[in-house]
């Protein structure tokens, strides 16, 4: 039963967006990724939340700048276990054009482990489907992980 | 002895219980899928919902620190208990009657807004902002469409007039249409009719009046703090609010049977349900946006609740 459940789990995964000062480039292709009929990520079940309670999948853009970084962390706790977290953009993981900017400290993989990368500046919708694709992978192994250590 | 059975039976299985919890997540994702194909998407799977719930149950469960813990973990469980006893009252016509003194409409008008009440009391105990202001939004716009519900339930029970025992009763109003035929297409009720159909999407939440969990706006309001299986509950209560809703409806307007025995029977309603839901919700909702919530205040005042009225005074003047 409860490994059917895990099967089933990594079939809903619920997107939230935390935008980490970032030029709003990426922001705009998420949006535009997961939200217009094209794409369709319904799908695949997602569904974007307005509540990082709610949230499965965490899309982190921008170079997490000082000034939000704390608001930043304490939201990304705010997340419920099992949570996956893909960067989008270059800015997560090298700072991007804001790196060494005098508002720009540590990357956000400082702080927060970063499961799926997707460089671009901005990436295509494509390459984000993917990456949300490949972040339900590493929460379906987190979930059977969880199965195992629970028994 | 096998009254009590019978009420468990009605309580557990059917038309409550399992039953109305299948037929409500199979119309959550009948939803989602026919309005995915109406934008040229493809959409979820139509089981879609309970994969969602099963998910849902993998989560942690966090409480904030500043709510009150017994009323956030009370508020979903009260929800969902009120709609269970709501959808096993509900008459499922040809195939069972409703609950003798229970299914009617007195009874029912007590026990519909309980979800609203769950959702208000999950706002103000979650202790945060976007929490009290779905609060509030909740409560104002369940003012406003319950004076069209009540004077369309008095139309109704006016029209027909206590056929078989008390004039409230689901049964008798039952009785009633299929011996006159079904009050849809009374032209005296046509007003009331409008005014339900237009309450349904009200009391869901969906469409135009998508006020109290604007996830856009106020971050889904009430539900904003929940997570995991309590989240998981509120997710069945509203699927099972939906059912009650909808065989409501489709008992005040439309409850004739069709020859076939029970099976038959049991596909038709199911079929008047799914009807129902895509006309008044999904096609609804597909086709418009959010109110403000003064605007759906002043729309269910001024544009529904006086056809609802215009239906009870007809239907008191030809009796």
Not at chain 1, 28 to 57: F, N, Q, W
Not at chain 2, 245 to 260: D, K, Q, R, S, T
């Amino acid at each position: 039963m409860l490994n059917l459940i895990n099967k089933l789990a990594g079939r809903s995964p619920w997107i939230y967006r935390i935008n980490a000062g970032s030029c709003n480039g990426c922001d705009v292709e998420m949006a535009t990724a997961a939200l217009i009929p094209r794409y369709d990520v319904e799908r695949l079940g997602c569904k974007y939340c307005g509540s990082p309670r709610h949230a499965d999948v965490v899309l982190i853009s921008g170079p997490l700048t000082l000034r939000v970084r704390d608001k930043v962390l304490r939201v990304y706790d705010e997340i419920p276990h099992p949570k996956v977290t893909v960067a989008v953009g270059v800015c997560p993981v090298s700072g991007g054009c804001f790196r060494d900017g005098y508002s720009v400290g540590a990357n956000i993989d400082h702080y927060i482990p970063l499961d799926v990368i997707v460089p671009g500046c901005p990436p295509r919708p494509q390459a984000i489907i993917e990456g949300v694709l490949k972040a339900v992978g590493v929460w379906r192994a987190r979930l059977e992980e969880g199965l195992c250590s629970h028994s | 002895m096998s009254s009590i059975l019978e009420a468990a039976f009605a309580t557990v299985v059917f038309p409550g219980g399992l039953f109305a919890l299948a037929l409500g997540l199979f119309l959550k994702g009948m939803d989602r899928k026919v309005l995915a194909r109406l934008q040229r998407r493809v959409g979820p799977p139509i089981y879609q919902p309970v994969i969602d719930i099963a998910k849902l149950l993998t989560k942690e469960t966090l409480i904030p620190t500043t709510a009150n813990e017994l009323a956030f973990r009370l508020a979903p469980v009260l929800g969902l208990t009120g709609m269970l006893v709501a959808a096993a009252l509900m008459p499922v016509a040809g195939v069972w009657n409703g609950v003798t003194g229970l299914s009617d409409l007195l009874v029912l008008l007590y026990l519909l807004p309980i979800p609203a009440m769950g959702l208000m009391l999950a706002g103000g105990a979650s202790s945060s902002p976007y929490g009290s202001l779905g609060y509030s939004r909740e409560m104002a716009v369940m003012f406003a469409y319950e004076m069209p519900l009540i004077a369309s339930f008095l139309a109704v029970a006016v029209r027909t007039g206590g056929a078989a025992g008390p004039m409230l009763s689901l049964s008798g109003i039952m009785a009633y249409q299929i011996h006159h035929g079904a009050l849809l297409l009374d032209p005296v009720m046509l007003p009331a009719v409008a005014a339900l159909i237009v309450f349904i999407p009200g009391t869901m939440g969906s469409g135009l009046f998508d006020i109290a969990e604007a996830e856009s706006e106020i971050l889904e309001g009430p539900l904003l703090e929940y997570s995991g299986p309590l989240l998981a509950v509120f997710q069945l209560m509203s699927a099972v609010k939906l059912v009650v809703v909808l065989e409501l409806v489709v008992a005040l307007l439309c409850p004739n049977p069709i020859p076939g025995g029970v099976p038959a029977n049991l596909v038709w309603h199911v079929g008047k349900c799914l009807l129902l839901l895509l006309v008044s919700v999904t096609c609804f909702r597909a086709a418009t946006g959010r109110l403000r919530v003064d605007q759906g205040f002043a729309f269910f005042l001024k544009f529904t609740s006086p056809l609802a009225l215009v239906s009870l005074c007809l239907a008191i003047t030809l009796r």
